[in-house]
């Protein structure tokens, strides 16, 4: 059998290398640049009694003649409404929260698995991931019923004499926080557990042999090597908390006003589907800055490397 | 010839009144079921240049490893400079490691890493940047300072580890492999700085090596460990010229072993039968009780051609050569003799190969002398 | 649909050559309704009778409703949203199909007081046909108020959680107001005397003032949440929607835990709602549809309906075939002095509505 041709083979490989890239790109195109683009055209629209529920951006007016309309006011309104501000403001501060409660619990949580017998490190990742397996819906309805003030934590106080009356948790900003720390501290857990595995046991024989006392060790070795996971944790924890919606509609109280939530109210009871949009763009555009942050980081401290 | 006593300043360990530095008494370490270290006892003194030898899973990492204080002892006590640290945490301990890995810190750099001890013990700024410093300078790294850990070669990685584990002036160094992760070549270059290096400093060394060569090179003397025992503790000469049982025999370089029994003895001389030929005379350290099975070990390079093979003469055999390996400086033959045993000999090629007189499927007659061997019980 | 039903017609003609196969039975009817808003034996009743299998999903608010009929193609032939001001700005948006009213005998069976009332927002009655009717009033835990308040204290009335010193003895036992603005706006100015439907500033301030001053006895502002909470007894005053009170109150008597509900229409006034039927343009399959409207104007198959979830219907030839217990309570079916101080919530234009939503977003949050 006579070799295939060179030319068929490299353009062959040529066109597996068009592909390789491709797909990314086109999976970028597809499902994050199409759909951004769409939610920032209805951003740029006027709300409409019609369907779909805004106006176009171009109209062919007549012959030749293209009209583009460019609706700016959604964006003045929500910069310029305190309402939309403090609701960005507090989900902040609720991701925020949230995010260091997630890293103080999953933290020594992730190192005891990292560190427990291999046999049993299986069994202990099974069951931070157990949850999973159940609807995230269910979870939080399950913690209404612990929360409530008859529910299962009163119950428990109670019976235990702590407390006299039931604790008002449920529809408070606590009960938020007590659901988004459950729901999302695996998503903290797990690449802190990636992370705290490859971490070189010696290294820290090192530092013991260098004189350092094991807090210290963790404080100068352990957590300076842990970085990089501590950051990814925080991230995967910090952006969906930020929008969260489902969490404070369940457990929160009238307080707990989130984006998320005032972006439901927009999109749903006001029908006004521009400004929902231009919440989500600005509510984007926010989070692309923590995310620029720690591509910076993880860049600063691999970019060392030749 | 040196005096006794400028011989027992060199080894400490003829003299009986010295006092060691390190002492181990009846160590022993048990994980789970397993003895690691069973039952071992040694004293290392002042200056010494000391490696525990033995092949993977001998057991010399765990002591190295129980002197360090990353692992505690089950069983006996570990003194240093005459103090008990067998229940002293390795960060109270005064010794450093240098570990098999080199385990420097891959956030800091090379500055930061020799710098860490010192800071563990709060020395003021001034004196930390002058003992960096020093200890750069030593090593020959100084151009390096800024640097992180994995922009450095495996040769500049050794030398900083060397330095951070030197860096806080110990009296007593652990170096576990030290020259493990380097290639051949460097290696060797750096067998010679090492010594010259324990030697300046006066410190204390406790290595931990598989390579007989290295140990040769290096020691003052080494321990053969196996199965978390210790076979022989001597110096390097003692240990190849002398070895007092066949796996220390078999473990350092090549030898040639025949087992037998005493048959007489004559003075301080044995005479040993053996399946490969007629009796063997070799020297005995120990007075031997007649037949008792021993084996008589050669090293090849004892073995020498016979130029008067005579039927009734002793430690003389006949055989074929059946394998020749060259190596340059010397050549390795292999010879069936007797009953079929094969004798390793090495001979220094003295002339040029293509003129030696030894070749393939000749017979040869080969022999040693009394005092080229030794007699093992065991 | 289309490749199912020519296989079963293929394998039905092979396997019994006998039985003709032109039939309706594999048409489908995509139902978006309510959550529990249909009696047990609707949708079996009307697939024997029409040979139409009928697929019900369901929705629990109008806003998800009304986002999907927006957005478009949502894939349903039958929906069904509230008359105001949900329908009547979809009619405004053309989003539904005019009726074939040739297909719907028994339109006039309807109550000509609602039908009138509907055209207002769908002229000739030309979309809508009404499906259910209630009333937005107090589902009450009577034991736990009176323990609160004595055994005295007035329970028809909106001051249970409008008076701030009465929502105050009974913020500890729990208020809940829907999450709704034009709901609770209409029920505070109806409670201060005012026009429920007045869009007065002074009016909506007056309101604004009261809803902030009982704000923080209140334990939360929900549509639904209230009917499970009412039922377990960690609610002792829910604003709500009739049935959904009813179906609280017989959650708690199978429960048995002893919570007694009862559901009040305030002396003050209370807002009438209708739910209607309403076929979406872009509807796959409108004959099916039409046909379930027809099927739901037949007397037994709508009686069967507000016997299960304790909603009034429309339609007047149902009355007689109701259990007892529905026709003769008041809550359900008020007497005619009950009815009078009933008022239909006005219409508003999307402005007003949305300004409304922002003020009352605020307004929850605190802020």
């Known amino acids: ?94 991701a925020v929260i949230c995010t260091l409660l997630c890293l103080l619990l999953g933290y020594p949580m992730a190192y005891a698995i990292a560190t427990a017998p291999e046999r049993w490190r299986i069994t ?39 407390i006299d009356t039931p604790l008002a948790i449920l529809h408070t900003q606590t009960a938020v926080y007590i659901g988004v720390v459950y729901s999302y501290l695996p998503f903290m857990i797990l690449p802190l557990y990636a992370n705290l595995t490859r971490l070189d046991p010696s290294l820290l024989e090192a530092a013991a ?32 908390v930020v929008g969260e919606f489902v969490i404070p509609d369940l457990l929160g109280g009238p307080e707990s006003l989130m984006v998320g939530k005032l972006l439901w109210s927009e999109f749903f009871s006001n029908k006004d589907w521009p400004l929902a949009s231009a919440l989500a763009i600005l509510l984007l555009a926010l989070l692309v800055v923590p995310f620029v942050m720690m591509q910076r980081l993880q860049q600063r401290m691999e970019g060392s490397r030749p | 010839m040196a005096t006794l006593a400028e011989r027992r300043s060199l080894e400490p360990w003829q003299d009986p009144k010295a006092v060691p530095y390190l002492r181990i008494d009846r160590v022993t370490k048990k994980f789970g079921d397993v003895y690691a270290v069973d039952d071992v006892s040694l004293e290392i003194f002042q200056g010494e240049f000391f490696s525990l030898l033995g092949s993977s899973g001998c057991g010399k990492s765990t002591l190295l490893r129980m002197l360090a204080g990353l692992e505690y002892p089950s069983a006996g006590r570990i003194y240093i400079d005459g103090v008990d640290v067998t229940d002293v945490p390795a960060y109270s301990r005064p010794v450093n490691m240098m570990f098999q890995s080199y385990a420097l810190f891959p956030h800091m750099s090379v500055e930061q890493n020799v710098e860490f001890g010192l800071k563990q ?28 850990p994995d922009q450095l070669s495996g040769g500049q990685r050794q030398r900083v580890a060397l330095a951070r584990s030197l860096a806080k002036h110990p009296k007593l160094l652990l170096l576990d492999e030290p020259l493990g992760a380097l290639d ?67 473990f350092i370089g090549s030898i040639n072993l025949f087992e037998g029994k005493v048959v007489a003895t004559e003075g301080n001389q044995v005479l040993v039968e053996t399946r490969v030929g007629r009796p063997m005379r070799m020297r005995a350290f120990h007075p031997m009780v007649l037949g008792t099975p021993v084996t008589v070990a050669v090293r090849p390079e004892k073995m020498r051609l016979c130029a008067d093979f005579r039927d009734d003469g002793v430690n003389q055999l006949k055989g074929r050569v059946e394998d020749i390996a060259y190596l340059g400086d010397v050549s390795i033959y292999r010879i069936r003799v007797g009953d079929g045993a094969l004798v390793e000999m090495t001979l220094t090629n003295v002339q040029p190969r293509t003129e030696q007189a030894l070749t393939w499927e000749q017979e040869v007659a080969i022999e040693w002398s009394p005092t080229s061997g030794v007699v093992l019980t065991e | 649909m289309q490749r199912t039903s020519t296989a079963f017609l293929f394998v039905s003609a092979l396997a019994v050559p006998m039985i003709s196969p032109v039939t309706l039975a594999d048409e489908t009817l995509h139902l978006y309704n309510w959550s529990d808003y249909v009696a047990e034996d609707t949708l079996s009743g009307f697939e024997s009778e029409t040979g139409i299998k009928p697929r019900l999903d369901v929705y629990d608010s109008n806003e998800v409703l009304e986002a999907k009929l927006f957005a478009g193609s949502s894939g349903y032939d039958l929906v069904f949203p509230t008359a105001r001001p949900f329908a009547a700005r979809h009619i405004k948006a053309d989003l539904y199909l005019p009726l074939d009213t040739s297909k719907l005998p028994g339109l006039d069976r309807l109550d000509p007081a609602i039908m009138s009332q509907l055209a207002n927002i769908d002229p000739d009655n030309a979309h ?50 829907l999450d709704d603005p034009t709901e609770v706006y209409s029920a ?13 500033k002074d009016d909506l301030d007056a309101a604004s003032a009261l809803i902030k001053a009982i704000h923080p006895h209140v334990r939360y502002f929900h549509s639904s949440q209230y009917m499970s909470d009412l039922a377990n007894g960690d609610l002792c005053v829910a604003m709500g929607y009739s049935g959904d009170v009813f179906q609280a109150q017989s959650r708690a008597e199978e429960a048995g835990k002893g919570v007694v509900i009862d559901y009040v229409i305030p002396r003050e006034g209370a807002a009438v709602w209708t739910d209607v039927m309403a076929i979406p343009k872009d509807a796959p399959n409108p004959a099916a549809a039409h046909a379930f409207i027809a099927y739901m104007l037949q007397p037994a198959a709508i009686a069967a309906v507000s016997n299960e979830v304790y909603y009034a219907n429309p339609n007047l030839a149902a009355t007689p075939l109701l259990d007892d217990a529905v026709r003769e309570d008041p809550a359900i079916y008020p007497p005619t002095e009950v009815k009078e101080r009933l008022f239909v919530p006005s219409e508003r234009s999307d402005r007003e509505i949305r300004d409304l939503n922002r003020l009352w977003t605020r307004l929850k949050a605190n802020r």
Not at chain 1, 26 to 43: D, E, H, K, N, T
Not at chain 1, 124 to 149: D, Q
Not at chain 3, 188 to 200: E, I, Q, R, V
């Open chain 1, 1 to 94: 059998m006579p070799a295939p041709l060179p030319s068929a083979s490299v353009r062959h490989r040529r066109m597996s290398r068009l592909v390789n890239i491709g797909i990314p790109y086109l999976w970028l195109g597809l499902f994050f640049l199409l759909p951004f683009a769409i939610v920032l055209q209805i951003s740029l629209a006027e709300p409409a009694l019609a369907q779909p529920p805004y106006t176009a951006l171009w109209q062919w007016v007549d012959e030749g003649l293209l009209r583009i309309e460019i609706n700016l006011r959604n964006f003045m309104m929500v910069a310029q409404d305190d309402l939309y501000l403090s609701a960005l403001l507090n989900s902040l501060q609720v």
């Open chain 1, 124 to 162: 202990l990742l099974m069951l931070i991931v157990l949850p999973f397996w159940t609807s995230f819906l269910i979870r939080v309805y399950a913690w209404i019923g612990i929360l409530k003030p008859n529910g299962l934590l009163n119950d428990a106080l109670i019976w235990l004499g702590l």
């Open chain 1, 209 to 240: 042999d260098l004189g350092c006392r094991p807090m210290r060790a963790f404080l100068r070795v352990t957590l300076p090597l842990s970085m990089a996971g501590i950051v990814a944790g925080s991230m995967l924890v910090f952006i969906p």
């Open chain 2, 121 to 148: 013990d709060r020395m003021p700024r001034r004196e930390r940047g002058e003992r960096v410093g020093e200890m750069l300078d030593l090593l020959k790294i100084t151009e390096l300072r800024k640097r992180r």
């Open chain 2, 184 to 250: 051949k070549r460097l290696r060797e270059n750096t067998q010679f700085e090492l010594v010259n290096l324990q030697e300046r400093l006066g410190i204390t060394f406790v290595t931990v090596t598989h390579d007989q060569e290295e140990a040769m090179t290096m020691s003052t003397r080494i321990a053969v460990m196996d199965a978390g025992q210790i076979m022989q503790v001597d110096t390097p000469t003692a240990i190849y010229e002398f070895p007092t049982c066949r796996l220390v025999a078999e």
């Open chain 3, 128 to 177: 809508l046909v009404p499906y259910m009717w209630g009333t937005s009033g107090l589902g009450i835990n009577r034991d736990k108020i009176q323990a609160a308040l004595g055994e005295t204290a007035d329970l028809d009335t909106w001051a249970l959680v409008f008076d701030p010193e009465t929502a105050s003895k009974l913020g500890d036992c729990g208020i809940s107001l």
């Open chain 3, 188 to 200: 505070a100015l109806a409670y201060l005397g005012k026009d429920p439907n007045s869009l007065d």
